[in-house]
């Protein structure tokens, strides 16, 4: 096994709540220069920027894994990363016929910029993406199932727009297989009081909004590989005992 270090949580110009500055190729190439080898776009129910954010990945040699963080109709946020950028924009055109129809409104919410493959802008995202869905929490498993991704419930340990915060409880169907912290202080605590997420792995990212909230290399993940089916396997793997 080998390992990398990664930040698979990262929002671009695209988010609302985003930086103007955080476009695709800037969030790249911020990763590359703090020394950081996987990192995931995802953005506020949408993976619009992707294609610009795989493409600049690409010339700079960094592993990038298409994704979205998905808010469900319990505004529960859910990473869901992709095995590959068509999986990735299917479900982002599912998501959009089940976002709220609610116009954004920039000077209150920010910007929703969408890039191109030279960091340009070249359109703008006109409903506001940072608003709940009709996709429920318990539906989300079966649906990366059938776009071919993987569930990562999202800063579990937040007071807001988290699994435990808003729904209160692991639900006693779930089926995810990791699940994500802010504050990996917390792991232990969190795993008393809910014997589920000991089953599971975890990851610890930055949710990044401007370009210098971005990881630095502390956090590793092992995979067999650095590619996206390897990375992507190992967050899903069964634990050892």
């Known amino acids: 096994m080998n390992s990398f270090y990664y930040d698979l949580h990262l929002n671009s110009c695209l988010s609302p709540c985003g930086d103007d500055e955080s476009t695709p190729g800037n969030i790249v190439g911020m990763s590359v220069v703090k020394g950081l080898e996987v990192i995931a776009l995802t953005d506020h129910n949408t993976a619009k920027n992707c294609p610009a954010f795989m493409s600049i990945a690409e010339q700079f040699g960094i592993l990038a894994i298409p994704g979205m963080e998905l808010t469900t109709s319990e505004e529960v946020h859910v990473v869901c990363l992709f095995y590959t950028l068509e999986d990735a924009m299917r479900f982002d055109k599912y998501v959009e016929s089940r ?34 869905t009709s996709i429920s929490f318990d539906d989300v498993y079966d649906l990366m199932e059938e776009f071919n991704g993987v569930m990562i419930p999202a800063h579990i340990d937040k007071k807001s727009f988290s699994l435990m915060s808003n729904l209160g409880f692991v639900p006693p169907d779930a089926q995810f297989k990791c699940f994500e912290l802010h504050d990996i202080t917390k792991l232990h605590e969190l795993q008393r009081n809910d014997p589920y ?45």
């Not at 969408?114 to 703008?124: A, L, P």
């Not at 630095?216 to 899903?236: C, G």
């Open 99 to 132: 976002i709220l129809p609610i116009a954004n409104r920039p000077a209150k919410f920010g910007n929703q910029f969408i890039c191109d493959e030279n960091d340009e802008v070249v359109d703008e995202f006109h409903t506001l993406l940072i608003s709940a």
């Open 197 to 241: 997420l000991l089953s599971c792995n975890v990851i610890t990212d930055s949710d990044a909004h401007y370009l210098k909230d971005i990881n630095e290399p502390v956090n590793s993940l092992f995979a067999e590989e650095k590619s996206v089916k390897a990375v992507l396997d190992s967050l899903i793997k069964p634990k050892r005992d």
